[in-house]
């Protein structure tokens, strides 16, 4: 059966000490509730309405889905509450899953389980056994079958004793719980509609309620605090060193690498510590990276070696090529094949050409540079004038000097040298010698100025 997803993300989160939004703040550099919508569509939902109250513009600006329905709940009066504002989102015929904003880990393979059992029943609830379940709501059960879910506060001494507590999600049909939700009072201790009465409304009308559960209670934890938001970060991070270790790479310290985004790798790739890995990231087969790097929306082919301190950032680096120590491949930056970029070296939106080679010190914008060219230290590509780019063309088997300075536009043309120390502001033909720079003078018995 078709089913939609409501996501309660209306909190304000008072416990984090945050201007931003509770389920804003990233797990994984995603943030919390975005993660959550990702998992959903993931499932296949034909449509995610998503509860929000507190920080209504900056949750807007920030989540992004292939169809969300906006639900505002102006007053936070509830789960049950929250859940009302989406009724006229909610179709008869199909089933509705809820799940909570603020539980980033919730992995899909726990929610189609979720999904299979409501297969088999009238209402299924996703549960987990704690060792300790102060605060939470008891799952309470007769012959097995769950009559009803009590809060922690308005539970007796032993219905505190249960140790399965409810997540806060669960699936039921959309005609049920249209139905339920105009049942529910506010007559408990906080005064709130608790989505968890629909429990017991079921179950008085003769309702099969199941349960499923997830393989960690991990993934169903809350974030109410910057404690909680560190121990999932943490926890995500080992997960996915797991996995990545699983298929194949070998990380120098599995504590000590941060994935924050998606990490595809190859075979036989090594990663070392403290490197860090943003947005969409590739890397090939054998693939060396060193210590204390940052990969950024890259890919990087096979065979290449990263070494360490470097930062590529959308940026794509070839087959056997070397970059680094402390370089840094900024937007636009293509390295083809063997192509080699050294110490202190910086490209931005320029193409390194096969085999070539910026080994230290230089700065290459704009630019694209032919393959086996050699570009001397110290070299720029004077690209800015102030208000425009230019851009500068190198052809293949270039020799450029050391502390050269190539004001663009400008042509290099294939097999040309420039002389050490040049300033080529014009075309340098094939195969020339171009040599730009003032002619030295030797003043004899020079006097050194002395210290006054």
């Given at each position: 059966?078709?089913?939609?997803?409501?996501?309660?993300?209306?909190?304000?989160?008072?416990?984090m000490?945050?201007?931003?939004?509770?389920?804003?703040?990233?797990?994984?550099?995603?943030?919390?509730?975005?993660?959550?919508?990702?998992?959903?569509?993931?499932?296949?939902?034909?449509?995610?309405?998503?509860?929000?109250?507190h920080?209504?513009?900056?949750?807007?600006?920030?989540?992004?889905?292939?169809?969300?329905?906006?639900?505002?709940?102006?007053e936070?009066?509830?789960?049950?509450?929250?859940?009302?504002?989406?009724?006229?989102?909610?179709?008869?015929?199909?089933?509705?899953?809820?799940?909570?904003?603020?539980?980033?880990?919730?992995?899909?393979?726990?929610?189609?389980?979720?999904?299979?059992?409501?297969?088999?029943?009238d209402?299924?609830?996703?549960?987990?056994?704690?060792?300790?379940?102060?605060g939470?709501?008891?799952?309470?059960?007769?012959?097995?079958?769950?009559?009803?879910?009590?809060?922690?506060?308005?539970?007796?001494?032993?219905?505190?004793?249960?140790?399965?507590?409810?997540t806060?999600?669960?699936?039921?049909?959309?005609?049920?719980?249209?139905?339920?939700?105009?049942?529910?009072?506010?007559?408990?201790?906080?005064?709130?509609?608790?989505?968890?009465?629909?429990?017991?409304?079921?179950?008085?009308?003769?309702?099969?309620?199941?349960?499923?559960?997830?393989?960690?209670?991990?993934?169903?934890?809350?974030?109410?605090?910057?404690?909680?938001?560190?121990?999932?970060?943490?926890?995500?991070?080992?997960?996915?060193?797991?996995?990545?270790?699983?298929?194949?790479?070998?990380?120098?310290?599995?504590?000590?690498?941060?994935?924050?985004?998606?990490?595809?790798?190859?075979?036989?790739?090594?990663i070392?510590?403290?490197?860090?890995?943003?947005?969409?990231?590739t890397?090939?087969?054998?693939?060396?990276?060193?210590?204390?790097?940052?990969?950024?929306?890259?890919?990087?082919?096979?065979?290449?070696?990263?070494?360490?301190?470097?930062?590529?950032?959308q940026?794509?680096?070839?087959?056997d090529?070397?970059?680094?120590?402390?370089?840094?491949?900024?937007?636009?930056?293509?390295?083809?094949?063997?192509?080699?970029?050294?110490?202190?070296?910086?490209?931005?939106?320029?193409?390194?050409?096969?085999?070539?080679?910026?080994?230290?010190?230089?700065?290459?914008?704009?630019?694209e540079?032919?393959?086996?060219?050699?570009i001397?230290?110290?070299?720029?590509?004077?690209?800015?004038?102030?208000?425009?780019?230019?851009?500068?063309?190198?052809?293949?088997?270039?020799?450029?000097?050391?502390?050269?300075?190539?004001?663009?536009?400008?042509?290099?043309?294939?097999?040309?040298?420039?002389?050490?120390?040049?300033?080529?502001?014009?075309k340098?033909?094939?195969?020339?010698?171009?040599?730009?720079?003032?002619?030295?003078?030797?003043?004899?018995?020079?006097?050194?100025?002395?210290?006054?």
């Amino acid at each position: 059966m078709a089913f939609s997803v409501v996501v309660l993300a209306a909190g304000k989160g008072t416990r984090m000490k945050s201007a931003l939004p509770k389920v804003l703040h990233p797990v994984g550099g995603v943030a919390m509730v975005q993660r959550i919508i990702n998992t959903a569509e993931s499932l296949t939902a034909t449509a995610v309405h998503l509860v929000y109250g507190h920080g209504a513009e900056q949750l807007q600006a920030a989540v992004s889905g292939q169809q969300i329905n906006w639900c505002l709940q102006a007053e936070q009066l509830g789960t049950g509450h929250a859940v009302m504002q989406t009724v006229e989102h909610i179709s008869d015929d199909e089933d509705v899953m809820i799940l909570v904003g603020d539980a980033p880990l919730i992995r899909a393979e726990t929610l189609q389980r979720l999904i299979d059992v409501k297969a088999n029943c009238d209402l299924a609830l996703l549960t987990v056994d704690l060792e300790d379940p102060t605060g939470m709501g008891r799952i309470i059960r007769k012959d097995d079958n769950i009559v009803a879910i009590v809060e922690h506060k308005d539970a007796t001494d032993e219905q505190r004793a249960i140790t399965e507590i409810n997540t806060g999600m669960m699936m039921m049909p959309g005609k049920d719980l249209k139905r339920w939700l105009t049942n529910l009072t506010n007559e408990n201790a906080q005064g709130e509609y608790y989505l968890t009465d629909v429990i017991a409304m079921a179950a008085g009308e003769g309702k099969v309620i199941k349960a499923a559960q997830p393989d960690s209670p991990l993934e169903v934890e809350g974030v109410n605090n910057r404690v909680q938001l560190a121990r999932l970060e943490r926890t995500l991070q080992q997960w996915q060193a797991e996995t990545l270790m699983t298929n194949g790479a070998t990380l120098a310290d599995p504590l000590r690498i941060d994935v924050r985004g998606e990490l595809t790798t190859g075979q036989d790739v090594y990663i070392d510590i403290n490197t860090v890995f943003k947005g969409k990231v590739t890397l090939g087969n054998n693939v060396v990276i060193g210590p204390n790097c940052v990969l950024i929306d890259c890919d990087v082919a096979d065979n290449a070696v990263i070494e360490a301190n470097s930062i590529i950032e959308q940026a794509s680096v070839g087959e056997d090529c070397t970059v680094g120590p402390y370089a840094r491949l900024r937007p636009g930056a293509v390295m083809e094949k063997a192509a080699k970029v050294g110490n202190f070296v910086e490209m931005k939106k320029a193409r390194l050409g096969a085999g070539a080679k910026a080994n230290h010190l230089t700065y290459l914008g704009d630019a694209e540079i032919g393959a086996g060219s050699n570009i001397g230290a110290g070299t720029i590509t004077c690209n800015y004038d102030g208000v425009n780019k230019s851009k500068t063309l190198i052809g293949e088997n270039a020799f450029i000097g050391s502390n050269s300075a190539l004001v663009a536009p400008v042509e290099i043309g294939a097999g040309a040298t420039v002389a050490a120390g040049s300033i080529i502001t014009s075309k340098v033909p094939e195969d020339s010698l171009a040599v730009a720079r003032a002619k030295q003078r030797n003043i004899a018995g020079w006097q050194r100025p002395k210290k006054k």
